[in-house]
């Protein structure tokens, strides 16, 4: 359970996120949205340990974990995998050497990363790409390799940054139906940022509706579509 206690951040006098009170439940998929600039990616930002608020408190089930030290940080970190809309993959690496990435920096043994990468590989999907070079992958395979880099290290909780809106629209479903599966197969948390209410009502099982900084709105998929109770819900349900 992630759990957010009066957070705020805000940016040159700017609150890019205001006061949020939220709590997450173990082992569901669960979405943010809101319009650009509503602060979802500050406050995934701040869930995922980047970076510190300003005001508030973060907890990781009864721990506190937003004034760890810095070493505490790290390993905790290690704990999160995360996914962006641009992928954030080394292009001078190919698909395997991504996915080594995180497991290098663990310093795992060169036998223990290949099998990982192997287990990785399978598990998304892409196992003939091993050894296939950035320029050669598709949008979509390149978000495998990134969810295979981000899940190498057995991650409790997998944030994602709209990690479809770069994608057209069947690859998008394709990579919903991953992250879905994956969240069943390996009992993860997933939280997942985006400003498409399709991607929401594909995935989520519950959602939080962000804007001007603040949660105005938060429910199960159904309720918010079926009776979206504020503006910046109706919004997005109807555009
Ligand atoms: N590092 C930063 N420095 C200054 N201002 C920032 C910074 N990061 C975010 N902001 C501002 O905070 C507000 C919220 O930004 P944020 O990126 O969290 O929005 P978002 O909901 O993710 O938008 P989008 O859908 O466009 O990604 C915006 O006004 C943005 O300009
Ligand atoms: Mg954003």
């Not at 951040?9 to 996120?17: C, E």
């Not at 979509?140 to 409790?156: D, M, T």
Request: net charge positive; aromatic share 4%.
């Amino acid at each position: 359970m992630i759990l957010l206690k009066g957070v705020s951040k805000r940016y040159a006098g700017l609150s890019a996120v205001d006061n949020i009170n939220l709590e997450i439940p173990e082992g569901c998929i669960f979405g943010i949205i809101g319009k650009s600039g509503a602060g979802k990616s500050t406050l995934l930002r701040i869930m995922s340990l980047l970076e510190a608020p300003d005001e508030g408190e973060v907890y990781y089930r009864d721990e506190r974990v937003d004034t760890l030290s810095p070493e505490a940080l790290i390993l905790k970190r290690r704990k999160i995998g995360m996914i962006f809309q641009n992928f954030n993959l080394f292009s001078s690496r190919n698909a395997a050497a991504n996915i080594s990435y995180p497991m290098e920096i663990a310093k795992w043994s060169k036998k223990n990363i290949n099998e990982r990468v192997d287990e990785l590989l399978h598990l998304v999907q892409i196992a003939d790409k091993r050894r296939a070079r950035l320029r050669e992958l598709s949008g979509g395979q390149k978000q495998r390799v990134a969810i295979a880099r981000a899940l190498a290290i057995h991650p409790q909780v997998l944030f994602c940054d709209e990690a479809t809106s770069a994608l057209d629209p069947q690859t998008t479903r394709s990579i919903l139906a991953l992250i879905k599966d994956l969240q069943q197969k390996l009992r993860i948390t997933v939280v997942l940022v985006t400003h498409q209410m399709e991607v929401i009502r594909m995935t989520c099982d519950k959602v939080a509706v962000m804007d001007g900084g603040c949660i105005v709105e938060t429910g199960k998929i159904g309720e918010i579509f079926d009776s979206p109770k504020t503006q910046a819900a109706k919004d997005l349900v109807n555009a």
